[in-house]
Each structure stands twice: as structure tokens, then as C-alpha cells.
């Protein structure tokens, strides 16, 4: 069911935001990660994001989960994970505005798992956002795809420390990319030097701060789901 904006999110100029990759991004991709003790947060996030949040964009997590579709793990465990993905955040004194996850497997055909667009369209309709001046930031071909498909500017960031993996789509991630980063911090001041020309124009800086404190959106398909969770 379409959910309706709460008015905290309602914002008379449309905003910019920075969509985030979870896995191998935000934190080590540890495949289908359903302990949230495992968790690890990728070094220079913490920064990042405070430095992303004080240029005034909003901080939106979109990833695929399809270990739920997959029967690895259940939306709970993936609420789990994202409450704790952000007490750790707390702890490096950043944060994210909400989180928005796909949960189904590839042959679903759905149009959330990225390189889909819905739920990147779906966070514009609920947080007001021009996408076009909008940036994705990710480890994976997919995330560039999907950022293209919208004319957002796209990060690449192939995982630290995995840089084995995925090696057969580096090729067009690395031409496809607006930027390229070898780290999370270094994609931050690419995208900040990037956009730093526009940097005036309204609705850039001094959002008043979305959400309240400790607490935080999950939402999946077709908005079905907000539930607040304690910090
Ligand atoms: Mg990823
Ligand atoms: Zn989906």
C-alpha cells in the first residue's frame, strides 16, 4: 500500500540525497549477513557520512536483500541488522535517514531490486528529492546502473579489501562511474568536490533535520512498513 509522507518529511524545496549500498559499502560484504554481531562498518563511513550530512544532503540506505526471498534470514533480521548498522554509526557520531530494502530473489522480476529504480523513486516521492541532483554510492556494477538510470551522479567503490571479487563487471563500473574511489571517505570528497559549484542553490543546506532522533525508517516495497527503532 502507498504510504503517505508523515509531515517530518514534507519539505516545500525539493532535496538532494545520498543513496547508500549497504553490503560492501557501508559495511564488509559478508554475504547474506544475518548476525548482527558480525556487522562491520567499512573505515572513513562514519566521516563520510558527517560530512555528507553537514553539506546538507539526506542519507538513504537502498539495498538488495534477497537472503529473505532465499529463506537465509527473515525481515526481521534485516530490521535487526539496520538497527544495528546504526548504533554503530551513532557511536562514530553520524547517521542515516532511512533505510529502503528490496527482499526479493532476481527471478521475482520485481522492479526494487536494484539495478531496478522503484525504490529509489519511492524514496523521492516520500522525502521530496530532485534526483537529478541526487548521487548514488556503491561496490557494485548494479548501484552505477541504477544511479544512471535516473542521471543521479554515480560513486563507485569497489570493496577494500575484496578486490578479487566481482573483477568481470569492474570494467564498466570503472567507465560507467561518474567517480571512482579506492575508499568510502575518498568517494565522499570526490562527490563533495563534484557538486561543491551548485552548492548555493536552495535546498542544499540548512534541511531541517528529517526524522527525530533514534529513530529510523525501514522501508521495503511499496512503503508497507515504518517502524521506529530505538537508537
Ligand atoms: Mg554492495
Ligand atoms: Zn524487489
Known amino acids: 500500500m502507498p504510504a503517505s509522507s508523515p509531515p517530518d518529511r514534507a ?10 549500498d549497504r553490503d560492501g559499502t557501508l559495511n564488509v560484504d559478508l554475504h547474506y549477513l544475518k548476525d548482527p554481531e558480525r556487522l562491520e562498518l567499512h573505515r572513513g563511513v562514519g566521516e563520510g557520512l558527517r560530512r555528507l550530512k553537514g553539506a546538507g544532503y ?17 525481515v526481521k533480521d534485516v530490521e ?8 554503530r ?33 519511492q524514496a523521492a516521492r516520500e522525502w521530496n528529492l530532485d534526483l537529478a541532483r541526487c548521487v548514488v554510492l556503491g561496490d557494485r556494477y548494479l ?40 575508499s568510502f571517505l575518498e568517494a565522499v570528497e570526490g562527490i563533495l568536490q563534484r557538486v561543491g559549484k551548485d552548492s548555493d542553490l536552495p535546498g542544499d543546506v540548512s534541511v531541517p533535520h528529517a526524522g527525530r532522533a533514534g529513530s529510523m525508517d525501514q522501508r521495503t516495497a511499496g512503503g508497507t512498513r515504518k ?5
Open 227 to 231: 517502524d521506529s527503532l530505538a537508537g
Open 143 to 182: 548501484d552505477v546502473e541504477a544511479g544512471r538510470r535516473l542521471g543521479m551522479l554515480t560513486a563507485y567503490v569497489p570493496e577494500p579489501g575484496s578486490e578479487g571479487e566481482y573483477a568481470e563487471e569492474r570494467p564498466r563500473a570503472l567507465a560507467e562511474a561518474d567517480l571512482v574511489a579506492a
Open 89 to 121: 554509526l551513532t557511536a562514530e557520531g553520524a547517521s542515516v535517514d532511512g533505510f529502503y530494502y528490496c527482499p526479493h530473489a532476481p527471478e521475482e522480476g520485481c522492479a526494487c531490486r536494484k539495478p531496478g529504480v522503484a525504490l529509489f523513486q
Open 58 to 74: 539526506l542519507l538513504l540506505v537502498v539495498t538488495n536483500q534477497s537472503g529473505v526471498a532465499r529463506g537465509l534470514y527473515t
Open 11 to 20: 519539505s516545500p524545496t525539493p532535496r538532494r540525497a545520498v543513496f547508500l
Open 80 to 87: 535487526a541488522i539496520h538497527a544495528r548498522l546504526l548504533q
